[in-house]
């Protein structure tokens, strides 16, 4: 029996065969301008020659599965014939879900996975306990591991210890990737552009320019500086979908610090935007949301676990989730624990190569795990006793 | 520049300040639409509706049945299906729940001190509008924002 291993995020799913690579693609549908009778679903996404004013149709709100209907049409189209050609009748689902879910999308989600689609099995976990599967996995020495799982909707501190979930330890800062980006282009359009419809293309813009500082006080000095000192400042050139393709920084000696450019591409100058912005998820005090930033919260998670386990968790910090990649992220993490934690306490920060896909290929290893079978619901069992089997087997 | 303190003076005294309720309505109101998914409208909401022709009911006596079929497990998905995350959430009803739970797993509040950037430009800022409470780093920018923003998006 195959099986199928599905990171559901809010954003991508990261998708594929336990026996093969992993995919990732777009968790949502999407109208575009320029064809309005259509709606594209996940990857269709690369036949709309113009994404600008892309209009997002998304499963998730704050990270929850709620709208099923948009939810079904992108499974039907990942498990159609135009992509993964699964063969229900034998194949085994293993499907994330978020941390503290509700009942009621759980029930849902058993519904649909062993009604509609009749899966023969399924497995339903958090992304969280697969990264930490694959963590124990590569360093079989390791007790605990604390992740820090910065996705598109919010950020989760989580500790693990052995393959145990430590609930009582879960934090949740309510900042992620989708907010990083609409606090980006609120900003673009208040100070230059009026961009609030280009999620697509601010998106991107944020992936290819923004940082975190190392140093925040100087960065923002930095910033302030006129014209060939400020090494903060550079200019973006935006995509107009017929001769430029994709956005890129225009070159440090092609840029004119002072008037215009005479090539007609449109600019966006970003300077302090491109440190300020993925600052939130360290301060989100900055654009007022109450809550504590990464470091004060990974220290206030591991306090509230016993005293002796503690060290272990301070020395197995491990990142995952896409906001992970901005450059900086891990080096300012690392630096401000160590000046949070005991100066006697080591502390180690791991940033895997993908960490994206961490989660799934975590789940690509315990689907190879010879105890897979033991800790999947089969639909025989699911049909005989309903969702108590999924609640008293599945650890969530 | 005395110009300009002259003015901003004579403006001092017939500006409306906004009390803190409103001031943390306005800031509740930012921070939702930073969880917007679009801005803009849906682009097939701008077409007509689908005229009479589209709403036809099919004649064939096969394709009468398989129809129906669909029709009625849309409206179960519609019914069963179709809540917003506020409604989840009510429903789940956690204050009754054992901890830990989704609301006992929100980060506390920081125990640092807010820092203050300007509303404008970004950059730090040391003075407070008098009027709406957002920030601001120089008189350039305080005009920008009284333009701009100050009672603009008042409730």
């Known amino acids: ?396 | 520049m005395v110009l300009e303190k002259k003015t901003s003076a004579r403006v001092e005294g017939q500006r409306r300040v906004l009390d803190e309720a409103t001031r943390q309505r306005r800031l509740t109101r930012q921070l939702d639409a930073l969880e917007k998914d679009n801005f803009q409208d849906d682009p097939l909401s701008s077409l007509p509706p689908p005229g009479p022709t589209a709403r036809l009911p099919a004649f064939s006596e096969n394709e009468e049945p398989e129809k129906k079929r669909r029709k009625t497990r849309g409206d179960h998905f519609k019914q069963r299906f179709r809540k917003n995350f506020t409604t989840l959430l009510e429903e789940e009803n956690l204050s009754e729940k054992p901890e830990p739970n989704y609301l006992s797993a929100a980060a506390p509040v920081s125990s640092l001190p807010p820092r203050h950037f300007c509303c404008v430009c970004g950059f730090p800022s040391h003075y407070t509008c008098t009027t709406c409470g957002g920030r601001y780093c120089s008189s350039k920018c305080l005009c920008t924002h009284r333009e701009t923003r100050c009672l603009k998006w008042t409730l």
């Open chain 1, 1 to 396: 029996m195959a099986t199928l291993v599905l990171d559901n995020g809010a954003n991508t799913a990261k998708i594929g065969f336990s026996h093969e690579a992993v995919r990732v693609i777009s968790n949502c549908q999407f109208r575009s301008k320029t064809s309005r009778l259509k709606t594209f679903t996940a990857n269709q996404l690369d036949e709309i020659k113009d994404p600008s004013g892309l209009f997002y149709i998304l499963p998730f709100q704050k990270g929850y599965l709620v709208n099923w209907d948009v939810q079904r049409k992108v499974w039907d189209h990942l498990f159609g014939k135009e992509m993964f050609k699964v063969d229900f009748t034998d194949t085994s689902i293993l499907i994330t879900e978020p941390y503290f879910n509700f009942t009621s999308i759980q029930e849902s989600m058993n519904e649909i996975l062993f009604e509609e689609y009749q899966f023969q099995s399924a497995l339903r976990t958090n992304a969280g306990s697969l990264s930490a599967h694959h963590y124990f996995h590569t360093r079989p020495s390791e007790l605990c591991c604390l992740l820090v799982d910065s996705g598109f909707s919010f950020t989760h501190i989580v500790p693990y210890c052995r393959s145990r979930k430590m609930k009582e330890g879960v934090r949740r800062i309510n900042v992620g990737g989708k907010l990083l980006t609409n606090h980006l282009k609120e900003i673009i359009s208040y100070r230059q552009l009026h961009v609030m419809d280009e999620t697509h293309v601010i998106n991107q813009v944020k992936e290819d320019v923004c940082y975190v500082s190392q140093n925040f006080c100087k960065d923002m000095e930095v910033a302030q500086n006129k014209a060939e000192e400020n090494t903060v400042m550079v200019d973006y050139v935006l995509p107009d979908f017929s001769s430029i393709k994709k956005g890129f920084c225009k070159p440090r000696e092609e840029m004119m610090f002072t008037g215009k450019y005479k090539t007609g591409e449109q600019i966006l100058r970003l300077v302090n935007e491109r440190f300020a912005v993925p600052e939130m998820l360290f301060h989100p005090s900055d654009i007022g949301i109450q809550e504590m930033g990464i470091p004060e919260a990974v220290v206030h998670s591991i306090q509230s676990l016993p005293e002796e386990m503690q060290p272990h968790f301070y020395q197995n910090i491990v990142l995952t989730g896409g906001n992970t990649l901005f450059p900086g992220y891990r080096q300012r993490l690392e630096a401000e624990l160590r000046s949070l934690v005991p100066a006697h306490l080591p502390v180690s920060v791991l940033q895997p190569a993908d960490p994206i896909c961490y989660s799934w290929e975590g789940g690509k290893l315990l689907a190879h795990n010879p105890d897979y079978d033991e800790m999947v619901v089969t639909r025989e069992d699911y049909e005989e006793h309903g969702h108590c089997v999924c609640e008293d087997k599945f650890d969530l």
